[in-house]
Protein backbone atom coordinates (compact mmCIF):
# COMPACT_ATOMS: atom_id res chain seq x y z
CA UNK A 1 0.00 0.00 0.00
CA UNK A 2 1.45 3.40 -0.48
CA UNK A 3 1.24 6.12 1.90
CA UNK A 4 -1.72 7.82 0.86
CA UNK A 5 -3.74 5.02 1.53
CA UNK A 6 -2.18 3.58 4.46
CA UNK A 7 -3.44 7.99 5.56
CA UNK A 8 -7.06 7.53 4.70
CA UNK A 9 -6.83 3.78 6.11
CA UNK A 10 -5.86 5.31 9.08
CA UNK A 11 -8.40 8.60 9.19
CA UNK A 12 -11.16 6.19 8.18
CA UNK A 13 -9.80 3.61 11.71
CA UNK A 14 -9.91 6.84 13.67
CA UNK A 15 -13.54 7.51 12.45
CA UNK A 16 -14.37 3.99 13.45
CA UNK A 17 -12.82 4.25 16.45
CA UNK A 18 -14.55 7.35 18.00
CA UNK A 19 -18.00 5.87 16.60
CA UNK A 20 -17.51 2.70 18.67
CA UNK A 21 -16.50 4.83 21.44
CA UNK A 22 -19.78 7.21 21.59
CA UNK A 23 -21.75 3.74 20.81
CA UNK A 24 -20.34 2.35 23.85
CA UNK A 25 -21.52 5.70 25.95
CA UNK A 26 -24.71 5.29 24.69
CA UNK A 27 -25.53 2.21 25.65
CA UNK A 28 -23.95 2.56 28.82
CA UNK A 29 -26.83 5.23 29.19
CA UNK A 30 -29.52 3.13 27.66
CA UNK A 31 -28.42 0.23 30.22
CA UNK A 32 -28.58 3.16 33.04
CA UNK A 33 -32.60 3.49 31.83
CA UNK A 34 -33.46 0.09 31.37
CA UNK A 35 -31.94 -0.45 34.71
CA UNK A 36 -34.24 2.41 36.96
CA UNK A 37 -37.72 0.52 34.59
CA UNK A 38 -36.01 -2.64 35.87
CA UNK A 39 -35.96 -1.14 39.37
CA UNK A 40 -39.75 0.26 38.98
CA UNK A 41 -41.13 -2.53 37.24
CA UNK A 42 -39.70 -5.06 40.26
CA UNK A 43 -41.91 -2.72 42.96
CA UNK A 44 -44.70 -2.64 41.18
CA UNK A 45 -44.33 -6.32 40.80
CA UNK A 46 -44.87 -5.66 36.41
CA UNK A 47 -43.26 -8.59 34.56
CA UNK A 48 -39.68 -7.91 33.34
CA UNK A 49 -40.53 -8.45 29.81
CA UNK A 50 -43.69 -6.71 27.91
CA UNK A 51 -44.08 -8.52 24.57
CA UNK A 52 -45.99 -5.97 23.19
CA UNK A 53 -43.64 -3.16 23.01
CA UNK A 54 -40.72 -5.23 22.14
CA UNK A 55 -42.98 -6.06 19.26
CA UNK A 56 -43.66 -2.32 18.51
CA UNK A 57 -39.90 -1.25 18.44
CA UNK A 58 -38.83 -3.83 16.58
CA UNK A 59 -41.18 -2.64 13.56
CA UNK A 60 -40.00 0.93 14.56
CA UNK A 61 -36.58 -0.18 14.54
CA UNK A 62 -36.35 -1.70 11.28
CA UNK A 63 -38.55 1.40 9.24
CA UNK A 64 -35.65 3.41 11.05
CA UNK A 65 -32.87 1.04 9.68
CA UNK A 66 -34.43 0.91 6.36
CA UNK A 67 -34.45 4.63 6.33
CA UNK A 68 -30.73 5.00 7.25
CA UNK A 69 -29.42 2.33 4.62
CA UNK A 70 -29.39 -0.48 7.52
CA UNK A 71 -30.10 -3.62 7.22
CA UNK A 72 -33.08 -4.14 8.90
CA UNK A 73 -32.64 -7.66 10.30
CA UNK A 74 -29.51 -6.39 11.26
CA UNK A 75 -30.87 -3.69 13.34
CA UNK A 76 -33.91 -6.42 14.40
CA UNK A 77 -30.86 -8.73 15.70
CA UNK A 78 -29.40 -6.02 17.75
CA UNK A 79 -32.91 -5.03 19.22
CA UNK A 80 -33.15 -8.47 20.02
CA UNK A 81 -29.58 -8.79 21.66
CA UNK A 82 -30.24 -6.02 23.80
CA UNK A 83 -33.61 -6.83 24.78
CA UNK A 84 -32.39 -10.15 26.57
CA UNK A 85 -29.50 -8.56 28.03
CA UNK A 86 -32.16 -5.91 29.53
CA UNK A 87 -34.30 -8.53 30.43
CA UNK A 88 -31.55 -10.26 32.65
CA UNK A 89 -30.85 -7.48 33.86
CA UNK A 90 -35.02 -6.89 35.06
CA UNK A 91 -35.44 -10.82 36.45
CA UNK A 92 -32.05 -10.30 38.57
CA UNK A 93 -33.02 -6.63 40.21
CA UNK A 94 -36.44 -8.51 40.97
CA UNK A 95 -34.60 -11.45 42.78
CA UNK A 96 -31.94 -9.54 44.20
CA UNK A 97 -32.55 -5.81 44.29
CA UNK A 98 -28.81 -5.70 41.60
CA UNK A 99 -27.66 -5.97 38.47
CA UNK A 100 -24.47 -7.74 38.60
CA UNK A 101 -22.05 -6.56 35.66
CA UNK A 102 -18.40 -7.72 35.48
CA UNK A 103 -17.50 -4.40 36.57
CA UNK A 104 -19.25 -4.78 39.78
CA UNK A 105 -17.72 -7.95 40.81
Not at 64 to 86: C, G, T
Amino acid sequence: MDDAALAQLAALRRSIDNIDAALIHLLAERFTCTQAVGRLKAASGMPPSDPEREKKQIARLRALAIEADLDPAFAEKWFNFVVAEVIHHHEQIATTGTVQTAASE
